[in-house]
T-cell receptor, first 112, second 119 residues
Framework: GNSVTQMEGPVTLSEEAFLTINCTYT??????LFWYVQYPGEGLQLLLKATKADDKGSNKGFEATYRKETTSFHLEKGSVQVSDSAVYFCALRGGSNYKLTFGKGTLLTVNP | GAVVSQHPSWVICKSGTSVKIECRSLDFQATTMFWYRQFPKQSLMLMATSNEGSKATYEQGVEKDKFLINHASLTLSTLTVTSAHPEDSSFYIC???????????????FGAGTRLSVL
């Protein structure tokens, strides 16, 4: 079956530091890949997505590239802000299956 | 963007009682809603998928008589945990998929979740 493994947290960074949250997946076929973010007290929000190999998703300074050869979709941001503090979830949706499979989530805390 | 409202955000109940959680799409019509369960430091696990006006489809291992799902309208789905026990204590999250017509983008929006504590 499909599965997503993401870097365990928590991750604590200083403002303006570089962020990487690793995500690898196992799936049959050609899944779509997603990063969701959950700010305190709010629902999950789609941060970015990529639907085919070598696609790069980007939003709010975050980027992730769909790497089929390494089955990875690592999340990166060059300079984090305090407002980026949240839980980040990597997810996939495989083929025609509309169901999302999530990683365990990574708590990011950015200190001023 | 689209908003999904989930209520209550936190509920404490006694063992043996039933608890209802509501999930509403506030500014769009959701033909499909999803219910997830999340244990501490674990992934969101899909419990069931419900389509408006039809019976929910439960994932393997989820007791349909324990977790009753109703999706009576395009903007409301409810999850009722019947005869709750301490092992049902968890974080429950709903999600609604927006219908935008043929060739829909299949976008899912999530509620903020409900923390259930059964004493």
């Amino acid at each position: 079956g499909n599965s997503v493994t993401q870097m365990e947290g928590p991750v604590t960074l200083s403002e303006e530091a570089f962020l990487t949250i690793n995500c690898t997946y196992t799936a049959t076929g050609y899944p779509s890949l997603f990063w969701y973010v959950q700010y305190p007290g709010e629902g999950l929000q789609l941060l970015l997505k990529a639907t085919k190999a070598d696609d790069k998703g980007s939003n709010k300074g975050f980027e992730a590239t769909y790497r089929k050869e390494t089955t990875s979709f690592h999340l990166e941001k060059g300079s984090v802000q305090v407002s980026d503090s949240a839980v980040y979830f990597c997810a996939l949706r495989g083929g025609s299956n509309y169901k999302l499979t999530f990683g365990k989530g990574t708590l990011l805390t950015v200190n001023p | 963007g689209a908003v999904v409202s989930q209520h209550p955000s936190w509920v404490i109940c006694k063992s043996g009682t039933s608890v209802k959680i509501e999930c509403r799409s506030l500014d769009f019509q959701a033909t499909t809603m999803f219910w997830y369960r999340q244990f501490p430091k674990q992934s969101l696990m899909l419990m069931a998928t419900s389509n408006e006006g039809s019976k929910a489809t439960y994932e393997q291992g989820v007791e349909k008589d324990k977790f009753l799902i109703n999706h009576a309208s395009l903007t409301l789905s409810t999850l009722t945990v019947t005869s709750a026990h301490p092992e049902d204590s968890s974080f429950y999250i709903c999600s609604a998929r927006e219908w935008t017509g043929p060739g829909a983008k299949n976008i899912q929006y999530f509620g903020a979740g409900t923390r259930l504590s059964v004493l």
